[in-house]
Nanobody, 124 residues
Framework: VQLVESGGGLVQPGGSLTLSCAVS????????VVWFRQAPGKEREGVAY???????YYGDSVKGRFTISKDIAKKMVYLQMSSLKPEDTAVYYC???????????????????WGQGTQVTVSS
């Protein structure tokens, strides 16, 4: 199993960016995918989650600004980020697990497979 993030970079405040997570070795029909992020000196936090059956969940700090989606055929999961703020600066990771999570989607320990992360910097 492999997850590979891409799409990170430098963006100005108020701008937009779309991250991609390419998965191999598993099917998005059965596996949910989550995005976490970790800023320097801070704990890793859950950003968004899309379950295998489709329901989506978001962290409070990104609701209304970020959208998670998936393309099962392409084996891709996307995180569309808009109205970006300097506090969104972090390394963004995608992770996956076979379970179907709802209120506990943000618990890191339950995700078996992880990508290496991609840096997002929001700065003028």
């Amino acid at each position: 199993v492999q997850l590979v993030e891409s799409g990170g970079g430098l963006v100005q405040p108020g701008g937009s960016l779309t991250l991609s997570c390419a998965v191999s070795g598993l099917s998005l029909v059965y596996y949910g995918v989550v995005w976490f992020r970790q800023a320097p000196g801070k704990e890793r936090e859950g950003v968004a989650y899309i379950s295998s059956s489709g329901p989506k969940y978001y962290g409070d700090s990104v609701k209304g600004r970020f959208t998670i989606s998936k393309d099962i055929a392409k084996k891709m999961v996307y995180l569309q980020m808009s109205s970006l703020k300097p506090e969104d600066t972090a390394v963004y990771y995608c992770a996956s697990d076979l379970g179907e999570y709802a209120s506990l989607w943000h618990v890191q320990s339950q995700y078996e497979f992880w990508g290496q992360g991609t840096q997002v910097t929001v700065s003028s």
